[in-house]
């Protein structure tokens, strides 16, 4: 069967998933570019909402294209 292994490189203004075979080749890729997210007010961490809706945007469009 064949194995292969994905990979989220969150970046500040895009969000890259590549898919990679055992031999450590790209098999696949796709990259979405999208607005950068600041914190608000006084939070230390961002609303991790939108990235996870950037990944799976990333996962659906390598799986179906």
Do not use: C
Not at 36 to 65: A, C, S, W
């Amino acid at each position: 069967s064949l194995v292969l292994v994905g990979a989220i490189d969150q970046g500040t203004s895009s969000t890259r998933f590549l898919v990679f075979t055992p031999l450590g080749e790209i098999a696949a890729w796709a990259q979405m570019e999208h607005t950068q997210i600041f914190p608000e007010g006084e939070d230390k961490v961002n609303n991790t909402r939108p990235y996870l809706q950037y990944h799976f945007r990333m996962l659906l469009y390598i799986l179906f294209r």
